[in-house]
């Protein structure tokens, strides 16, 4: 080979060593437009505090931020995170205080409640539809197997008694006392008034006339001292209380009552506790336990629970292409992989979604519950 042949070829090495360097460089580049964490983390853009306490919302915990483009579809924005003063700082890759048309940030936790409310109407109609069926073909399958005699006989009796025991464990429970004594506490005043406004004019109306009955009785009975016995006829007195009781009035400021008291926040902690109570002794019995194994595992169930399986697989369908995507023909989402990344570890994240009024109405209008509107801290919001 020749000296210029020589040249020639590490000529043509060098050139293609630049190029690939240059390549390089261009996918960097491209890449840092595209993962903003690559050239260090954005400064805080603007800073917000809840309207009231976020149960599970913990300082320092990673917060993706996104924003809602249209209806339903999600882009990642950004990231947030509590500090140690309760204040949620938020980092936008755009650095800018708040999403373009979008000025409301809202906290909604990252669980699949959040999917439900922010897919379509129609979506959401779908697998109402799709669930509906699965459920009406699970109670059929679930009534048809605790009507069967095998149940009866073998499984029936351990699960009552397992049921039975969990309840009067749960129901002595410290916790379950207190929230019981709340409701007692509450509820006195409430029925105090539906004896003074209702029971007492039911029972004056029916006393007197009832009185002149027992008497007329009771004298009656006296001159029959010698053979029988003298007895009071308090049958008229007895059948007074029993009509008062049952008087219309009565019935109606009882059930008033009642639907009041169980409107409280002490009668739903109450049933919290409880069913929380119940569950845990439940899970811990272990005979209730191998029981239900044994149950789900008997073959001489598979006939009752063979029409479980096409709406099973209809709904194991439709729920993550409702709930997971969000838009037409898209692949699985950020926004759901989050969700289902937080709730795969058991963790009780959220999200900050940048939307509009408009939008934040229409989630607030499917769930009350779900959107929390942060205001901007006072003095403290913009970026640093």
Known sequence: MTLSALHRLVRSRLAAFAAAVLLLLCFGAAGAS?????????????????????????????????????????????????????????????????????????????????????????????????????????REAIEGALASPVFAREYKPVLEASVARAFAGAWHAEATQDAAAAVLRIGQPMFREVVADDLRPALLERLTPAMWKAARGSAANLLDVFSEGFTLDLAPLEDAVAGALTDERVRDGTAEAVAELAATPQVQRLAEVMATELIQRLRADDRFTATLGALFGDSRFSANLAPIGPPALQLMRAAPRTLARLEEKADLNSLAADIFKSQARGLSGYVVIYMTPEQRDRIAAIDPLAPVTLAPAAGEGGAS
Do not use: K
């Open 34 to 138: 595209v993962f903003p964490f690559a050239t260090g983390l954005p400064e805080i853009s603007a800073s917000y505090r809840p309207p009231q306490p976020v149960g599970g919302l913990l300082p320092d915990r990673a917060i993706p931020v996104y924003d809602l483009i249209g209806d339903v579809r999600t882009r990642r924005s950004g990231i947030a995170h509590m500090d140690q003063d309760g204040r949620i700082q938020v980092a936008r890759y755009d650095g800018v205080e708040a999403a373009d048309g979008r000025s409301e940030a809202v906290l909604l936790s990252a669980n699949v409640r959040t999917l439900w409310v922010l897919a379509t109407d129609g979506d959401r109609a779908e697998l109402r539809e799709t669930a509906a069926a699965f459920v009406a073909a699970a």
